[in-house]
């Protein structure tokens, strides 16, 4: 079991997350009031967008991954110059 925890609750992340894409907060203002940084909300917003409340759950375990899966992901990573984020999108990868 992962011994990762987070200070934010499940409805905090919400909350930051749902005001981001109201469109009425940039990143920095919501990572300023929650105390975040931005690249954290920034996964956050994947997150949500890929998995929907689901995807803001705390994990508990570390996910596994098939060998064919991750080495797509390099594969893009790395040939076709893909970013780390949009390589995890695309292949709803944790990071």
């Not at 919400?14 to 931005?38: P, Q």
């Not at 996910?63 to 040939?79: F, G, Q, S």
Request: glycine residues 6%.
């Amino acid at each position: 079991m992962s011994k990762r925890t987070t200070k934010h609750t499940i409805e905090e992340r919400y909350a930051a997350v749902t005001k981001y894409l109201s469109g009425l907060y940039s990143r920095i203002t919501i990572s300023k009031e929650y105390g975040i940084d931005e690249n954290t909300l920034a996964n956050w917003i994947r997150k949500y967008k890929a998995n929907g409340i689901d995807g803001l759950k705390e994990s508990r375990t570390w996910k596994r991954y098939p060998a064919d899966l991750k080495l797509n992901a390099v594969l893009d990573y790395l040939e076709n110059g893909y970013s780390l984020r949009k390589c995890c999108d695309k292949y709803n990868i944790s990071s």
